[in-house]
């Protein structure tokens, strides 16, 4: 009985939801993403890139992979809690026409949810990213490799509208 009762309680009110979102950041990026919820946790992923395009270089892209934890605060339009921790891993490839770079990134903030309605949000987060490590690869006939394992901190912000699809 009382597994019954604890399996309720505990699986009963679970909810599972899906957002869209676009996004935006210091340096002029902007990201697409999509984000599976199961009741205060999210996990996500997206696509971006940065708008300024450097004479003589492909547009820089932006691929992440991120977690959200909903801890704190209490919403009127939804049961996700407004208040979250937002940690992620970031890989930001760029070319010009004779250097392509990988660069691995962590990123992680702290952040608040603000419901326009039940469907519609903007997110607002602020922290600190990370550079794991970084390849260059020389392109031409006889490529170079240079490997580089950092851990530079930079600030790290961001602002996103999202739209929950159900």
Known sequence: MFLISFS????????????VSIGIGPNESSDIGIRFQK????????????????RGTNRPEIFTG????????KA??????PWY???GLVLYKD??????????????????????????GISLDAGIITRIKSRSKEIGPNPQYNDEIVFPIFPSAGLNLWYRIF
Do not use: P
């Open 85 to 87: 921790l937002r940690s």
């Open 95 to 120: 070319e010009t026409s004779s250097l392509r770079t990988l660069t691995w990134l962590f990123n992680s903030r702290i952040g608040r949810e603000f419901n326009i309605s039940k469907r519609i």
């Open 76 to 81: 009127e339009l939804s049961t996700r809690r």
């Open 66 to 73: 991120e977690f959200f934890y909903h801890f704190a605060g």
């Open 39 to 54: 009741n205060q946790m999210q996990y996500g992923i997206g696509f971006g890139t940065i708008f300024a395009q450097r």
């Open 8 to 19: 309720n309680l505990s699986f009963g009110q679970d909810q599972k939801r899906l957002n």
